[in-house]
């Protein structure tokens, strides 16, 4: 399990849904713990170790 709770193969198959970029585990700035994409920069939360893959949930860099 990864430091979010998550399966290390979802996180190896799961991509950005707005640029497609690799998903990362993120530093979890306020609200709590995020994945961070590596290429636009987006941070989606995760919620009781569930990703929310929402553009509209996101946090913006």
Known sequence: MS?????????EIIVCPDCHGELGEG???????ELVCAACG???????QIPVL???EARRP
Do not use: E, H, N
Not at 27 to 33: C, K, T
Not at 42 to 48: I, T
């Open 3 to 11: 430091g979010l709770g998550l399966d290390p193969a979802l996180l």
């Open 42 to 48: 987006l941070a989606y939360p995760v919620r009781d």
């Open 27 to 33: 530093p979890g700035v306020g609200a709590g713990p």
């Open 54 to 56: 929402l553009v509209d």
